[in-house]
T-cell receptor, first 111, second 114 residues
Framework: QKEVEQNSGPLSVPEGAIASLNCTYS??????FFWYRQYSGKSPELIMS????GDKEDGRFTAQLNKASQYVSLLIRDSQPSDSATYLC???????????FGTGTSLTVIP | DVKVTQSSRYLVKRTGEKVFLECVQD?????MFWYRQDPGLGLRLIYF???????EKGDIPEGYSVSREKKERFSLILESASTNQTSMYLC?????????????FGPGTRLLVL
């Protein structure tokens, strides 16, 4: 079983819509959760982190964490073409400080 | 602003060559990491380091070694490059924010081994 799983997509949404990206993780001991955005040919860029159950909002982005279901999601409101990228979910177990990454979900926002 | 730099954006090497990839961070981070990223396989951890002269194997260390002689610099070495090491190599360092480690990436080195 993979540590972190994401639907690879591609996910297509029209401009202005809400994009919903999902991630599940296998280890209940995981404590920190991150979303990275990666444009084609570029390196991952941190956009959100979340540590507690519930929602965390930052501008158009909302991260949601449900530890009981071992589920993390990212909502992007008012999606823009510039949001078109691959979104990586990452988990830090705090044991050994290793980070585990999903394979990413490709998002395309259609003008 | 966190700054992680890598010595090259693109490299072309021949099979059997020794290849050095360098990573430098300017934020006094203790933890540094080397990943490779391949389509469909995601990010895979090669090696990481918690401190100067310390190193730990990640998931795919075979064919690689690392060096950390100074805190700010973490080098990845391909002892004898092979075509299956053609990949995007990403260096990262991590910083504790509010007691939680947060990882930041360099721009990446795209390596082609012929």
């Amino acid at each position: 079983q993979k540590e972190v799983e994401q639907n690879s997509g591609p996910l297509s949404v029209p401009e202005g819509a809400i994009a919903s990206l999902n991630c599940t993780y296998s280890d209940r001991g995981s404590q920190s959760f991150f979303w990275y955005r990666q444009y084609s040919g570029k390196s991952p860029e941190l956009i959100m982190s979340i540590y507690s159950n519930g929602d965390k909002e930052d501008g158009r982005f909302t991260a949601q964490l449900n530890k009981a279901s071992q589920y993390v999601s990212l909502l992007i409101r008012d999606s823009q073409p510039s949001d078109s990228a691959t979104y990586l979910c990452a988990v830090n177990k705090h044991t050994g400080n290793q980070f585990y990454f999903g394979t990413g979900t490709s998002l395309t926002v259609i003008p | 602003d966190v700054k992680v730099t890598q010595s090259s954006r693109y490299l072309v090497k021949r099979t059997g060559e020794k290849v050095f990839l360098e990573c430098v961070q300017d934020m006094d981070h203790e933890n540094m990491f080397w990943y490779r990223q391949d389509p469909g396989l995601g990010l895979r951890l090669i090696y990481f380091s918690y401190d100067v002269k310390m190193k730990e194997k990640g998931d795919i260390p075979e064919g690689y070694s690392v060096s950390r002689e100074k805190k700010e610099r973490f080098s990845l070495i391909l002892e004898s490059a092979s075509t299956n090491q053609t990949s995007m190599y990403l260096c990262a360092s991590s910083l504790p924010l509010a007691g939680v480690e947060t990882q930041y990436f360099g721009p990446g080195t795209r390596l082609l081994v012929l």
